[in-house]
């Protein structure tokens, strides 16, 4: 009953404050700040392949420039929730903006791989404190009631951003070189954080709990050490490799002992209560399942473009185009659909297509038409749209708002471990494929068997999502409405 007050309290205080709230003008701040951020987490997919040249790196080298984006977010995220009671939400809006511009720069200049990398890191950073923000933000100002179509219009930035990254960054890359990628989103940062400064509002109040120093260390090697072992699966040795099972062991270790420590700390840095709300645990899993499938395709679709079928970078951007498009239209419509009848019958319909366009993918070839590759992208994103969003905002919305912080950066962490882990164990995969079709070849080092070896590469590439999509259908058979 305490408890009940406590949270009853909260509510009301969250409400007395959205009177003098201007919830617009916050959530144009974090749509054009996301948009621009989320943009470069796949904008560099489309010029993967002309840095392999440029910077004479291997492909499971050159995937670092996303993976290492991934991993720097999945071990800051874990860290948002307690940042986000120590510093108000104008401070934060402001530094993650600030370590966009600077990486952002960094990127522009980049002479080398590893600047270039580093630059990612940084810019990750931003990312890793704005959207566990912009989560929160929502779940504060916006009613249950209207969460739906709120979170409809976040979508034009969590899967619009990321879909149409591509397709610009291969109509930049024709006409001009890969740096202007960053050069051209340097200005809308600085847009946004101008934005920002004036018409953020500082939306909760920090608490300021005690910092845990063991905890962050143990998360930093829990969720690093997952992800960098998955990661270094493409390198020589594989699997086998006492890299990679080196650091999948230490991270296990590390994260088991983590969730051991929050469950006996009485202010810990991430609450585990969140695992008791069944549909929050559901729709962290329909994300999970969404953001490995998503990620993973947008990094396996332009390799297959512009080796298999020899597509230029603008050529492929178009093809993608017309999905990344319908996804961020479809985002708003899904919210209200969403709000109206509850998330059962768009997630299980929507899991369906995933699973049946993966399966169609694991079919190209080096003579696949183009129309069919547009058709099934387009559908891919349909479906992906119909997932992630409801399943994610039914989760937030089972959860009690004290919650609200550990909720978010549990879900963002966990967003983005999966897309490190789509990305590096697809792009893994594809490696392994090419190389078994290359074995049975009488002339490997022949580059007419280029196209075929990607194109083999990718089918089998395309089994690992055709499993996540069909692992996503089996769980949404057991998502439920909650009713706030």
């Known amino acids: 009953m305490y408890a009940e007050g406590i949270s009853l309290e909260k509510e009301a205080d969250a409400a007395n404050r959205n009177e003098e709230i201007r919830t617009v003008p916050i959530l144009i701040s974090f749509l054009i700040a996301g948009f621009v951020g989320l943009f470069g987490e796949t904008a560099l997919n489309m010029a993967l392949s002309d840095l392999i040249q440029i910077f004479a790196v291997s492909p499971s080298t050159i995937q670092w420039l996303t993976t ?152 930093t090697l829990g969720f690093g050490g997952i992800v960098f072992g998955f990661s270094n699966a493409g390198e020589e040795g594989g699997w086998g490799n006492p890299v990679v099972l080196t650091s999948l062991v230490i991270g296990g270790i590390g994260l088991l002992l983590f969730v051991l420590r929050q469950l006996k700390m009485e ?101 696949t038409p183009i129309w069919l590759i547009v058709a099934l992208h387009i559908a891919l994103m349909v479906g992906i749209a119909m997932v992630m969003m409801p399943g994610q905002t039914n989760g937030l919305n089972q959860l009690p708002p004290e919650l609200y912080p550990d909720g978010t950066a549990i879900m963002n962490t966990l967003q983005q471990v999966a897309g490190a882990i789509g990305t590096a164990v697809a792009i893994s995969i594809m490696a392994a494929g090419q190389n078994h079709y290359l074995s049975a070849v009488a002339d490997p080092q022949n580059p007419v068997h280029t196209p075929f070896a990607y194109a083999a590469g990718v089918q089998e590439a395309f089994l690992f999502g055709l499993a996540a999509a069909i692992f996503g259908l089996i769980i949404s058979l057991f998502i439920k409405r909650v009713r706030v």
């Open 68 to 219: 290492g984006f991934l991993l720097t977010l999945g071990i800051l995220v874990p860290v948002s929730g307690f940042l986000l009671q120590w510093f108000t939400t104008r401070q934060l809006f402001v530094g993650a903006l600030l370590f966009s511009i600077v990486g952002t720069f960094i990127a522009a200049i980049a002479p080398s791989f590893s600047v270039l990398l580093l630059a990612r890191c940084i810019q990750a950073m931003g990312t890793a404190l704005l959207l566990p923000l912009m989560f929160n933000t929502i779940l504060v100002i916006i009613p249950p009631s209207r969460r739906g179509a709120t979170m409809g219009l976040i979508g034009l930035v969590i899967m619009f951003a990321p879909a149409v990254g591509p397709t610009l960054s291969g109509l930049i890359i024709q006409s001009l070189s890969w740096h202007w990628i960053f050069w051209i989103s340097l200005p809308f940062f600085i847009l946004a954080l101008v934005y920002g400064m004036v018409y953020m509002q500082n939306v909760t109040t920090p608490t300021r709990p005690k910092i845990d120093l063991l905890s962050v260390l143990l998360s």
């Open 267 to 367: 202010q810990p840095m991430l609450n585990m209560r969140a695992f008791t709300y069944p549909m929050f645990v559901i729709g962290l899993l329909l994300v999970f399942v969404g953001f490995m499938v998503i990620l993973s395709s947008v990094i396996l679709l332009p390799l297959y473009l512009q080796n298999s079928l020899l597509l230029t970078t603008f050529a492929a951007g178009l093809i993608l185009l017309p999905g990344g498009l319908i996804n961020g239209l479809l985002s708003p419509l899904m919210g209200r659909l969403f709000d109206k009848y509850g998330p059962k019958w768009l997630v299980i319909p929507g899991l369906v297509v995933a699973v049946i366009t993966m399966f169609f993918f694991h079919g190209l070839s080096t003579e």
